[in-house]
């Protein structure tokens, strides 16, 4: 029962009770007693109706609070049937990945090892040239694939290869059938694959690591460094042809943090086979087949197996040799390479050769580079005492972004000059003096070209031509 319903019937009993008072009671009850008492129940009243009011407001939200609830078990409902798919998915995939292994090879990945397709990758160049020597016809003079493939066993493991896939015109010699005069001349064309390097390196620690079978030799940074796009002149610095590029044998090198600033010190220490003999013998130079003197002195043909079969060295022992760098970076692109190496060793029976090579290198800022090397070589022969044939080069280079301009196919150009120069001690010196332009069609497509003046002294002048130019398509991946 309501509390205003109990009070209604209160209030009308006390109306039967005045009632059934005597008239001298009623009488004393004045107008002033009676209107106090009926405001008060009206006061009362009011009260009474804010009180339902207010009751009905939270009736109301007590209905929302259940619809609310309804709503929220209905999404937990919904979530627990999502959760129970999941957890079906995951024990489905597990029971799958168990049927899977229990297929799989008995001999078992080892730990750590990554997939054959991450772990193998190729790279290298491509390259092909055009160009015109002055009293030479012109024409497409070379065409170069040079792959490296490159395999990582495990973390300390790793194999590299190096080839080089040339294109090159065949020959054929015989007798005119009129003049009956002797002839060779070209014929056809014929494909050559040469082996650059292959080697094996283990990484021992973060200083060291050790390097074993047919590798680049660490004589001075351009051998290392020669790649086709990499060089920005088509062709190679007179005097490294006095160095070999590579050579058997194990090698061990690093690097040697100094200070925080990326400062370094590297070196390399190896011994190989060391250079040959073309005709076995120790002499200064020989007859190749068309009766030419050719240097004698074979910088790549000593790796341990003679063409007539024999298992030996030509040479009574190995060589040795190594190299030492320092490189100084000071601010980003602006540092300093500095290097001295050399190797020292015979080359036919207990005849001594030798080679001392003096490498620098500066960038100054992301627009200027100089390079270059000082390389010379001592000799002995069996016919000519010691000879030592010598050079040196020097390399400038100069983006043109450098300049700031608002100029898309400017900022893609690069000036470079080089001057080199070579000694053979045979007789032959030759200066050559090169301007070239680079044009950077992507970071790794460039289309290379140049100019060289080259001045020749000497018995036979190296056979080079007065003046040539050379453009060059060269890629990088």
Known sequence: MKISSLIFGAAAAVCALGMALTPRAAAMISDED?????????NQDQRIGQQDQRIGQLEKLHEQDQQTHQQDQQTIQQLQQRLGETQTLATNAVQKAEAVAKVQSVYPVESGARSALHNFSMVGDAEVQFGQAKGQNSGFELADFAPIFLYRANDNILFEAGFDVMLQNGSASGTNAVTLAPYTHDNGSSTTVSLSFAQLDYLLNDY????????????????ERAAGWLNKIPDDPLPVDFLPGASAGVQLRGAVPVGQAGQMLTYSVYGVNGPSSVDGSANSFTLDNGGNQIANLDLGGNVGLLNSGNNANLNNKPSGGGRIGWFYPWQAHYDVELGVSGQSG???????????????????????EVKGEYINTWQQTA????????????????????????????NDLELVGRYDTANDAM????????????????????????????????????????SQFIVQLSYGF
């Open 208 to 223: 060291v690591t050790v390097v074993a079978g047919y590798m680049v030799l660490p004589l001075g940074t351009y051998s």
């Open 346 to 368: 015979t080359w036919a029976g207990n005849y001594l050769w030798s080679a001392l090579v003096v490498d620098a290198a500066v960038h100054i800022s992301p627009y200027v």
């Open 383 to 410: 016919n000519a005492g010691n000879i030592q044939p010598a050079g040196w080069w020097v390399q400038g280079s100069y983006k043109l972004a450098g300049l700031n301009l608002d100029a898309p196919v400017v």
């Open 34 to 42: 009676f209107n106090a008492l009926r405001s008060m129940v009206t």
């Open 427 to 466: 007789g032959s010196t030759t200066d050559r003096y090169t301007a070239g332009l680079v044009y950077y069609l992507t970071n790794t497509l460039l289309l290379e070209g140049d100019y060289e003046w080259l001045i020749n002294h000497g018995l036979n002048a190296n056979g080079l031509p007065s």
